[in-house]
């Protein structure tokens, strides 16, 4: 898959209605070995920042599982890998805020839409659209950087 690619699955996800979470996480599922039905379960509940509670951005949370998923570790002993991915994870949260300002939900959608917008749910189309397709291109090169 390629960078275009990625980005592309990430944000027709999220056009046909998955939440920004799941639109990354989807896009990404076979590139981890992550089945369709389980990658949309474990990743739906932290759209709109985490259960619409506007918290961290959903497509960074789903980047996030998605590094975790690639590069994770999974013994409770494995300092080291812990640490590993921990710090690719800030890497990508800065890489996101370095873009756009900050990386929370909240703060996302004042900065960038209309309070009218969100009453009505087009926000989406203000900035949500956007953040998944520029998380699902930073996750995609941080996977190939290794």
Do not use: W
């Not at 046909?16 to 989807?26: D, E, I, K, P, T």
């Not at 300092?79 to 300002?101: C, I």
């Amino acid at each position: 898959m390629t960078r275009e690619e990625a980005v592309q699955r990430a944000v027709d996800n999220f056009k046909q209605g998955y939440a920004c979470s799941q639109a990354v996480v989807l896009a990404f599922a076979d590139t981890v070995g992550l089945d369709e039905k389980t990658a949309k379960r474990i990743s739906g509940t932290f759209g709109g920042g985490m259960g619409r509670l506007r918290q961290k951005c959903g497509a960074l949370t789903g980047s996030f599982m998605i590094l975790g998923m690639a590069q994770g570790y999974d013994r409770p002993d494995d300092m080291e890998g812990k640490l590993a991915v921990y710090k690719k994870v800030r890497e990508l949260n800065r890489r996101v805020e370095d873009e756009f300002g900050t990386s929370q939900c909240n703060e996302l959608l004042i900065k960038y839409s209309q309070p009218e917008h969100v009453k009505e749910r087009s926000h989406h189309q203000d900035i949500c659209v956007k953040i998944v397709a520029d998380a699902a291109g930073k996750l995609y090169d941080m996977l190939q950087e290794g």
